[in-house]
């Protein structure tokens, strides 16, 4: 019987941890010959710990925002990346707000 509580209690934490992993955002190197900048753009993304236990849409904010800021000019990428993170609190829940801001650039294609 111990066996198998071993087991469960590893199997929840098992659980526990993968519920906190989230999605890294990536960001690559560029030569200034590689692209043109299209402009600036920041944009947000929220997510929330519903009774600091439940991710809603918390794991892949950083993501969500990067690619809301490329998408708002119609470029490929984001240069000179800043991000910023502002918290709230609520009776039942915290969130997270993470907003990414720097230069869209869209890539030249190779003739």
């Known amino acids: 019987m111990k066996l198998f509580s071993k087991v469960i209690a590893s199997a929840v934490c098992g659980l526990v941890l993968a519920g906190c992993t989230g999605t890294a ?3 690559h190197q560029y030569d200034s010959n590689q692209y043109t900048v299209v402009g600036h753009s920041e944009a947000s993304a929220t997510g929330l710990m519903l009774l600091g236990l439940i991710p809603i849409g918390q794991n892949n904010r950083f993501v969500r925002a990067q690619n809301s800021a490329i998408q708002a000019k119609g470029g490929d990428a984001l240069i000179n990346t800043q991000v910023q993170e502002k918290w709230f609190w ?3 829940l915290n969130g997270y707000t993470t907003t990414v801001s720097g230069d869209v ?3 030249k294609t190779a003739n």
């Open 90 to 92: 609520a009776w039942v």
């Open 105 to 107: 650039i869209k890539l």
């Open 25 to 27: 955002m990536k960001t």
